[in-house]
């Protein structure tokens, strides 16, 4: 089993449509939890942390759930700026913090 | 700003001429990574710092070294570059306060030919 596995996409949908992501972790001892969005050719950029009990930013919803060792993201209303890659990732417990990256999915919303 | 800076953007050289790649961060962060993206394989840690004069290999150390004299500096550095290394790298830095992701530089995309 893949360390952090995603859906490999890509995904293209409509404008105002909700998109969900999954992603899948193998270390149970994993710490910490993020989705990162990266648009072409650019760095990766902090989307948002996921917390044990679920958290939500505007129209971004986060959950996790240890016991299956999953994570997902929603996006409700999708808008053509939300175009980019979502990037799954696990941090380790420990002195080096280790990030493990998902390859990512893409997403293309389209007018 | 807070930001991490990495120098130069673009580069491309020739097989077995060293190069270093700059990386500064103005947030006093403790921790500092490097990480090369390469498609469908996604970023992978190459080398890592938790501090001052403390680095240690990330999942594909070979060919690169790094060093931390200073907080503030974490250069990667290819003594003798190969085409295989020719990749989209990427520095990134975090606090060691908290359980806060990284922030990434803006990337340096390094052909070597």
């Known amino acids: 089993r893949k360390e952090v596995e995603q859906d490999p996409g890509p995904f293209n949908v409509p404008e105002g449509a909700t998109v969900a992501f999954n992603c899948t972790y193998s270390?149970?001892?994993?710490?910490?939890f993020f989705w990162y969005r990266q648009d072409c050719r650019k760095e990766p950029k902090l989307l948002m942390s996921?917390?044990?009990s679920g958290n939500e930013d505007g129209r971004f919803t986060a959950q996790l759930n240890r016991a299956s060792q999953y994570i997902s993201l929603l996006i409700r209303d999708s808008k053509l700026s939300d175009s980019a890659t979502y990037l799954c990732?696990?941090?380790?417990?420990?002195?080096?913090?280790?990030?493990?990256f998902g390859k990512g999915t893409l997403l293309t919303v389209n007018p | 700003e807070a930001q991490v800076t990495q120098n130069p953007r673009y580069l491309i050289t020739v097989t077995g001429k060293k190069l270093t790649v700059t990386c500064s961060q103005n947030m006093n962060h403790e921790y500092m990574s490097w990480y090369r993206q390469d498609p469908g394989l996604g970023l992978r840690q190459i080398y890592y710092s938790m501090n001052v004069e403390v680095t240690d290999k990330g999942d594909v150390p070979e060919g690169y070294k790094v060093s931390r004299k200073e907080k503030r500096n974490f250069p990667l550095i290819l003594e003798s570059p190969s085409p295989n290394q020719t990749s989209l790298y990427f520095c990134?830095?975090?606090?060691?306060?908290?359980?806060?992701?990284?922030?990434f530089g803006s990337g340096t995309r390094l052909t070597v030919v």
């Open positions: 996921v917390y044990s």
């Open positions: 990732v696990v941090a380790q417990a420990g002195s080096n913090y280790k990030l493990t």
């Open positions: 270390n149970s001892a994993s710490q910490s």
């Open positions: 990134a830095s975090r606090g060691s306060q908290g359980l806060n992701g990284y922030t």
